[in-house]
């Protein structure tokens, strides 16, 4: 779990930078970005995610990951071929699709292995499937904000 968040704040390769790149591609302001408030939507997917790993056990913490993680393989792999072949989007602004297209299977993998071989009782199988299961669906909450607010026009600031 600590290589999992290695990778993702790596200094190198830091992946708020990478979300950020493909935010300026899309003519986002980036000290305007963050200076401000993110959605609501993404609000409450991180308050949910930092409530789930402070204030409960390391199970919810693990499955809050996998339930995110796990996402992503299938979700970019999907979006991918538009933002290249219909947006012409290059390839460094779309580094945060293709990366986490690959390294989440390997991430959403190491969450479930420490689930499937610590979660000895069925009281913690139960925990981890609620919160692998409340993340994925906070994190559609979060998608559903960004296309709101930027393809529906509806202001959620």
Known sequence: MLDNWNEETDPARDHLDIVLRFA?????????????RGLPTTEAWVAWQLNAAREHSWVAGVASLAGTESQSPMLYGR??????????????????????AEVDVEHGERSFDVLEQHCSTREMQEEAI???????????????GIYLHYEMGYALR
């Open 24 to 36: 300026a591609a899309n003519g986002a302001d980036i000290d305007a970005v963050k200076a401000g």
């Open 79 to 100: 979006v991918l071929p538009a933002l290249r072949e219909i947006y012409k989007f290059p390839e460094e602004a779309i580094e945060h699709f293709w990366l986490h």
């Open 130 to 144: 609620y919160f692998a299961r409340e993340s994925a669906r906070m994190r559609w909450f979060y998608f559903d």
